[in-house]
């Protein structure tokens, strides 16, 4: 089995990082081996993977483009397939369609979602569709000058994309049909003013979903309606341990596989916050915040069996793997931590 891990690259970023980095995965022990560094990219950032694992494809921040690779599934090494403009500056996020036949992405400076259509052997093909976001900002007089839409996640049932947005603190709804985005009945739903909207995943049973919010470092809980797309605020709780009194942004966030344990990222706590997950209602409870062994974890990731969790730490450029505890949920690091330069994203070969 195989990662790819995405970092930042350049000198605005204040980056290390040389580009995507291909590691040998060995699940037991969750070590890491690196056999391959695809070097000369700017900032590949967020990654994803098609359904059959034969082709990665990273956008590349405070640019505006989106590369596609073939993978190589003898050695896990990636080469270069083609790129695409996405129509707007500093994509963060992609996903694909559930038919794998288009790709959308989030334009965070561009205030736009970009629709790609994918060639049959993987490759991207230009821009088919460029929908723009707007509405009133949100009071933050450095973070929300703008809309900047920041994920991009398809429903379970893939009828649905919902873009929470960091700079107009809402969470946009849209229904993807006929290989084109529009408007879901309800558009979006607003936060409080100055959350700012980061990420966001669905419980994988109930009708729920939860949304970190970076700039007031808390998580929502929505109920999600299938049917329309429509979210009906639920519950908010701090993904901060109430001993912390110090400056932290919100970052990623995550949800285990049997929906019981969620997990949400903090910069400046430097941490993993845990909560419990009410199986009825899907509301949370605050069960603490785990150290990440390093600074800034921008992202994390769950390894593929559950086993374990992969902790990003940016700023001191290191993976840490942390054991998850069956009982609890709480995280402990295992093992030495792996060097790498300013990682933001990771993803594992299927």
């Known amino acids: 089995m195989y990662a790819y891990v995405g970092s930042r690259t350049t000198r605005e970023r204040n980056a290390q990082g040389d580009g995507i980095s291909v590691f040998r995965f060995e699940p037991r022990s969750a070590a890491l081996e690196l056999i391959q560094v695809v070097g000369d990219l700017v900032n590949p950032s967020y990654l994803t993977l098609n359904s059959d694992g034969s082709v990665l494809y990273s956008v590349h921040g405070d ?59 993987g490759s991207l093909q230009p821009l088919s569709q460029l929908v723009p976001l707007s ?100 519950q908010v709780r701090s993904c901060l341990p109430d001993t912390f009194t110090g400056n932290s942004r919100a970052a990623a966030i995550a949800i285990s596989d049997d929906g019981r344990a969620l997990y949400a ?37 769950f390894t593929p069996d559950g086993q374990y969790v992969f902790a990003l730490n940016e700023d001191s450029h290191s993976i840490v793997a942390m054991t998850i505890d069956p009982e609890s949920r709480r995280l402990s690091p295992a093992g030495r931590p792996v060097n790498c330069g300013s990682p933001v994203c990771m993803v594992f070969s299927k």
Not at 76 to 99: E, F, W
Not at 160 to 189: C, H, M, T, Y
């Open 135 to 234: 509405g009133p900002l949100g009071p933050h007089r450095i973070e929300q000058t703008q809309a900047k839409p920041h994920f991009n996640p398809f429903d379970h049932a893939g009828h649905f994309v919902l873009v929470p947005d960091k700079g107009l603190d809402r969470i946009f709804s849209f229904r993807f049909e006929n290989s084109r985005l529009r408007p879901a009945a309800q558009p979006f739903v607003s936060t409080r003013d100055g959350a700012g909207p980061r990420n966001l995943v669905f419980h994988p049973a109930l009708p729920v979903a939860y949304v970190i919010n970076e700039l007031d470092s808390t998580v929502a809980a929505y109920r999600y309606d299938g049917e329309t797309g429509a979210l009906t605020a639920l």
């Open 63 to 121: 640019e505006s483009e989106i590369s596609a690779f073939r993978v190589d599934r003898q050695s896990g090494q990636l080469h270069l397939l083609n790129r695409q403009s996405t129509g707007g500056r500093n994509p963060v996020h992609l996903a694909l369609d559930p038919s794998g036949q288009f790709m959308v992405v989030a334009n965070h400076i561009g205030a736009s979602l970009a629709v790609l259509p994918l060639a049959a052997d």
């Open 265 to 301: 990222s903090n910069r400046g706590d430097d941490s993993i916050a845990v909560f419990r997950v009410d199986q009825t209602t899907g509301l949370l409870r605050f069960l603490g915040a785990d150290r990440t062994g390093g600074r800034t974890p921008r992202f994390f990731t």
